[in-house]
T-cell receptor, first 111, second 112 residues
Framework: RKEVEQDPGPFNVPEGATVAFNCTYS??????FFWYRQDCRKEPKLLMS???SGNEDGRFTAQLNRASQYISLLIRDSKLSDSATYLC????????????FGKGTTLSVSS | GAVVSQHPSWVICKSGTSVKIECRSL??????MFWYRQFPKQSLMLMAT?????????EQGVEKDKFLINHASLTLSTLTVTSAHPEDSSFYIC????????FGPGTRLTVL
């Protein structure tokens, strides 16, 4: 089983749609959880951290379920600029510094 | 925000040559930097953890004699791909740990 698994995608949605990405992780000792965004041929950029209490940043909502080892990202009112690959990331070491990346889910938003 | 730079941004070299990639944290000191590699349509894979003033820690399956890492100062880590071969062609990304991990823009290596 891979350490971090994500929906394979791609997700093709119209502008204004709501889209949800799921992610599961295998290491129950994982400390920290993130969603990163990666544009084509660019480095990943932190989108948001994920907390058990759930957190929201504008149109983006992230949820963590430690018991199920499951992470989600919800994007509301999709914009063309949201088109990218979304990476689910967990930390693998006690210090919480070594990141394990999922393969990513590609989102394409069209007008 | 914290900025991490990488140089060069892309390089094309002949098989058998060595290539050095630099990673710099520009506005903060990073005792720990990380090197990742990403093949097309694949996830970023951690290659090694670079610790200032000590030897790097390599992930399983990564040859330490082939991928030489030097972290000589708190703002600079270098990755040298020795005797590069076409299968080493990839996108190499470094990151430096501040409050979060900040990624460099990546170096695209093509070995002919």
């Amino acid at each position: 089983r891979k350490e971090v698994e994500q929906d394979p995608g791609p997700f093709n949605v119209p502008e204004g749609a709501t889209v949800a990405f799921n992610c599961t992780y295998s290491n129950s000792a994982s400390q920290s959880f993130f969603w990163y965004r990666q544009d084509c041929r660019k480095e990943p950029k932190l989108l948001m951290s994920v907390y058990s209490s759930g957190n929201e940043d504008g149109r983006f909502t992230a949820q963590l379920n430690r018991a199920s080892q499951y992470i989600s990202l919800l994007i509301r009112d999709s914009k063309l600029s949201d088109s990218a690959t979304y990476l689910c990331v967990v930390t693998s070491n006690q210090a919480g510094t070594a990141l394990i990346f999922g393969k990513g889910t590609t989102l394409s938003v069209s007008s | 925000g914290a900025v991490v730079s990488q140089h060069p941004s892309w390089v094309i070299c002949k098989s058998g040559t060595s290539v050095k990639i630099e990673c710099r944290s520009l506005d903060f000191q990073a005792t720990t930097m990380f090197w990742y590699r990403q093949f097309p349509k694949q996830s970023l894979m951690l290659m090694a953890t670079s610790n200032e003033g000590s030897k790097a820690t390599y992930e399983q399956g990564v040859e330490k004699d082939k991928f030489l890492i030097n972290h000589a100062s708190l703002t600079l880590s270098t990755l040298t791909v020795t005797s590069a071969h076409p299968e080493d062609s990839s996108f190499y990304i470094c990151s430096a740990y501040g409050d979060f991990q900040f990624f460099g823009p990546g170096t695209r290596l093509t070995v002919l």
